[in-house]
C-alpha cells in the first residue's frame, strides 16, 4: 500500500478555524495509570535494595545480567577506546560539534552566571553568589538508537557550569531483551553499547557512566546506592516510565522537565523552497507519530507546493511509516491572512522549534515571543540546531515556552543571596523591619531587629 502524508489544512478564515486548531494541538500529557503505579513500585524498591534492585531490574527489563554493578559501570578506558575507533570524520564531527556547543555556553555563564555585589550607601553589601551543582545525573536514551548530540547537549553545559561529578546512564539492552521487543530472559555482561555514545562521553567529560536505563535509573541516581551516587538534580530525555519517574523523584532532586512529543512549527513568507520546508517538516515527524509539525504561511500556492513536495519525498524516507502517522495524526498546513497573523498564532502554540523561513527574518522576529528556540533564515534548518550550531536543543514542548527556557549553564547552578548589613545600614532598616514584624505579629523578629538599634 503506497503510504500518504496528509498533514490537516486549514485557513484562519474560515469560522470553525478555532475549534479545529485547538483540536489539532491537543496532546494529553497524563501518564497511563499503569506507568504510574509500575514506577512507583520500582522507585520505592530501589530505593529499599539499592544495587541489588537496580541489577534485577536490568536484567529483567534490558535482559543484561550482571554480578554486580561494576559489571554495568563504564570507564574511562571505554569511552577513549571507543572514541579512537570511530572514523576519523565522526571523531572530527564530535569535536566540532562539541567545541561549539561549549563555545556557547560558555558565553551564556559570561552573561548570567557569575556571582555579584554591590555596596549601598549606608555599606550594607547586597548581591548574589552563583555556584553549581555538586554532582548531576544525565539519562542519555541507548541501546541501537545513537543519542551523543543528546549526551553532549546535557554533559557540556554542566561542565561549563562547574559541575564536580556527572554521572551518566544509559541502558544498553541486550539482543532478544524486553526492550527491543523479546523475551527478557537473555543474559548477557555486555548489551547493545553505542560507539558514539562513548565517544561523545569522552569528548564530553562524563565522570562515571552505568549501562542502566529506565524508572530504575532515575531512582538510582536520585537516591543513591552503594554504587552509583546520588546526584542533585537529572536531566535527559527518556520513555514515559522516565518521565513518569522524574515527575516523582523531584523535589528530592531537581529535574530538567518533563518533555512533550518534539514539535516544529515553520512561518515561510513562500520564498524558500518548498522541498526545504517539507523536509524541515519531516525532520520531527520522523520521531515519532506524536510529534507536531505545522507550517503557518499566507500563501495559498506555496501550501500546495510543500504539500506536493510531501507526496513526492517521502517515499525515499526511510522512516516514511513514522513521518505519515505524524503528519496525518497531528501536522497541519495553515494558511494566514498575514505573516502578522501567522506571528500571533506561532505565540499561541509557543513551540519548541521555530523556523522563520523567510527572506526578511528579522522583521519578523521582534513579533515573536514564545518559542523554545527561533531559527532564522532559509538556510537555517532546525536539524543544525540540533547537532551542532551551539545553542542547547534540550527545549519546552507542549506550550511550555510561554513560561520555560532551554536547558543551560544556569539548570547546573545555584543562587544564594549575599546580605551584609553595616551598623549604619541596621539603623535604617531595623524599624522597617521592626513595623513590619509586628504587624505579622512576630515580636521575636521585630525584637532581634531593635536589639541592633542604637540608643
Known amino acids: 500500500m503506497t503510504l500518504s502524508a496528509r498533514p490537516l489544512r486549514l ?39 539499592g544495587d541489588a534492585a537496580v541489577l534485577e531490574y536490568t536484567r529483567r527489563f534490558d535482559g543484561l545480567a550482571a554480578d554486580s554493578m561494576a559489571g554495568l559501570e ?27 556547543v561549549r563555545s556557547y555556553h560558555e558565553a551564556q555563564k559570561k552573561a548570567s552566571g557569575e556571582s555579584w555585589s554591590y555596596r549601598d550607601a549606608d555599606g550594607t553589601l547586597l548581591g548574589q553568589k552563583v555556584t553549581p551543582l555538586d554532582r548531576v545525573g544525565i539519562y542519555v ?19 561549563v557550569a562547574g559541575v564536580g561529578e556527572i554521572i551518566m546512564v544509559v541502558p544498553t539492552p ?3 531483551s524486553v526492550a527491543t521487543g523479546g523475551s527478557g530472559d537473555a543474559a ?17 567529560g562524563v565522570t562515571r557512566a552505568f549501562t ?32 513518569a519517574a522524574k515527575r516523582r523523584v523531584f523535589g528530592t532532586v531537581g529535574i530538567d522537565m518533563i518533555a512533550g512529543p518534539s514539535e516544529i512549527l515553520v512561518l515561510a513568507d513562500g520564498s524558500t523552497p518548498a522541498d526545504w520546508v517539507a523536509m524541515d517538516l519531516f525532520s520531527q515527524a520522523e520521531h515519532d507519530e506524536l510529534a507536531q509539525s505545522i507550517l503557518l504561511c499566507p500563501d495559498a500556492a506555496y501550501i500546495d507546493a510543500v504539500q506536493e513536495a510531501i507526496d513526492r519525498l517521502l517515499p525515499d524516507m526511510p522512516r516514511a511509516e513514522i513521518i505519515a502517522a505524524s503528519l496525518n495524526g497531528r501536522g497541519a498546513l495553515i494558511h494566514t491572512r498575514d505573516m502578522e497573523e501567522a506571528c500571533a498564532i506561532s505565540n499561541r502554540i509557543a513551540p519548541e522549534h521555530l523556523e522563520v ?20 533564515g532559509a538556510y537555517t534548518s532546525e536539524s543544525l540546531g540540533d547537532y551542532c550550531a551551539g545553542p542547547n536543543h534540550v527545549l519546552p514542548t507542549s506550550g511550555t515556552a510561554r513560561f520555560s527556557s532551554p536547558l543551560g549553564v544556569y539548570d ?34 521585630a525584637r532581634a531587629a531593635e536589639l541592633r538599634l542604637k540608643p
Open 412 to 445: 547546573f547552578q545555584k543562587r544564594s543571596s549575599l546580605i551584609e548589613v553595616s551598623a549604619a545600614g541596621a539603623q535604617l532598616l531595623g524599624p522597617i523591619a521592626s513595623v513590619l514584624a509586628h504587624g505579622e505579629g512576630l515580636q521575636a523578629h
Open 74 to 100: 563504564l570507564t574511562q578506558a571505554d569511552f577513549r577506546e571507543a572514541f579512537e575507533a570511530l572514523p576519523v570524520e565522526q571523531q572530527q564531527a564530535l569535536r566540532s560539534a562539541a567545541e561549539r
Open 212 to 243: 542502566v536505563g529506565g524508572a530504575q535509573a532515575v531512582a538510582a541516581l536520585a537516591y543513591g546506592t552503594a554504587t552509583v551516587p546520588a546526584v542533585d538534580k537529572i536531566t535527559g530525555p527518556g520513555n514515559a516510565y522516565v518521565a
Open 188 to 204: 548477557a555482561t555486555v548489551g547493545e553499547r553505542n560507539v558514539l555514545v562513548l565517544a561523545a562521553a569522552h569528548v564530553a
Open 174 to 176: 541486550a539482543k532478544g
Open 357 to 376: 523561513s523567510s527572506a526578511e527574518p528579522h522583521r519578523w522576529e521582534p513579533l515573536l515571543k514564545h518559542a523554545g528556540a527561533i531559527f532564522l
Open 11 to 49: 485557513a484562519t478564515a474560515q469560522a470553525d478555524f478555532d475549534a479545529q486548531f485547538k483540536a489539532r494541538l491537543h496532546w494529553s500529557a497524563d501518564t497511563d495509570a499503569a506507568i504510574e503505579r509500575r514506577v512507583a513500585e520500582i522507585l520505592a524498591d530501589v530505593q529499599q535494595r
Open 141 to 159: 536514551p541507548g541501546g541501537k538508537a545513537a543519542y551523543p548530540s543528546s549526551l553532549l547537549m546535557n554533559a557540556i553545559p554542566a561542565h
